[in-house]
């Protein structure tokens, strides 16, 4: 089991930035590929941004690429997701999500309770 844990939601004015943390425990962190998930009232959950166990490799959602950006700490088994000029379409509950070293995964065997973003107009 991978139990995840995110933090540093939270109501941010447009065109401000937060990060996000994703604290990992349970099994060894660095064989894990992460990923940031995020899911609006209403729609459906949308893909973010991936990095894989060794953190050399990233992915991104096009249109999300440039603004976002995805990051881990093996050593501290901490993800991050840092996010920059934050609209108020960027609202939403943010996951993070872990699956055993799959590159891009598919399907995230492991997930965490979201944390909410919230950027005011």
């Known amino acids: 089991q991978v139990q995840l844990v995110e933090s540093g939601g939270g109501l941010v004015p447009a065109g401000g930035s937060l990060t996000l943390s994703c604290a990992a425990s349970?099994?060894?962190?660095?064989?894990?590929?992460m990923g940031w998930f995020r899911q609006a009232p209403g729609k459906e959950r949308e893909f973010v941004a991936a990095?894989?166990?060794?953190?050399?490799?990233?992915d991104y959602t096009p249109s999300l690429k440039g603004r976002f950006t995805i990051s881990r700490d093996n050593a501290k088994n901490t993800g991050y997701l840092q996010m920059n000029g934050l609209k108020p379409e960027d609202t939403a509950v943010y996951y993070c999500?872990?699956?055993?070293?799959?590159?891009?995964?598919?399907?995230?065997?492991?997930r965490g309770q979201g944390t909410q973003v919230t950027v005011s107009s």
């Open positions: 999500a872990a699956e055993w070293r799959t590159w891009v995964p598919v399907n995230y065997k492991y």
């Open positions: 349970g099994r060894t962190f660095s064989d894990y590929t």
């Open positions: 990095i894989d166990w060794t953190g050399d490799n990233t």
